[in-house]
């Protein structure tokens, strides 16, 4: 229903969601972060989108040495 009702498109693969994504919403626990970074650094070095992070206590050195491109454009944001 939330996917007709505003044309959108999910899914429930990372590597997916990622080669369709100009901006990409890192908001896993701090534990599987690493995990999903591996994941999608082929992805993200071969469409070098804007990366957001809401992982508490992972700073962007951290990411960007797990998705192996320390010049990528990204953010840190604090959940409150």
Excluded: Y
């Excluded at 590597?15 to 992805?43: F, P, R, Y």
């Excluded at 962007?60 to 959940?79: D, F, G, L, Q, Y």
């Amino acid at each position: 229903a939330f996917q007709s009702t505003l044309t959108i498109q999910t899914t429930t693969q990372n590597k997916v969601a990622a080669e369709n994504a100009d901006i990409i919403v890192l908001g896993v626990k701090h534990w599987g972060m690493q995990s999903v970074c591996e994941e999608l650094k082929e992805t993200i070095a071969e469409k070098n989108p804007l990366v957001i992070s809401f992982a508490t206590g992972i700073t962007t050195t951290k990411i960007a040495e797990w998705i192996n491109n320390p010049a990528i454009a990204m953010v840190r944001s604090m959940p409150n």
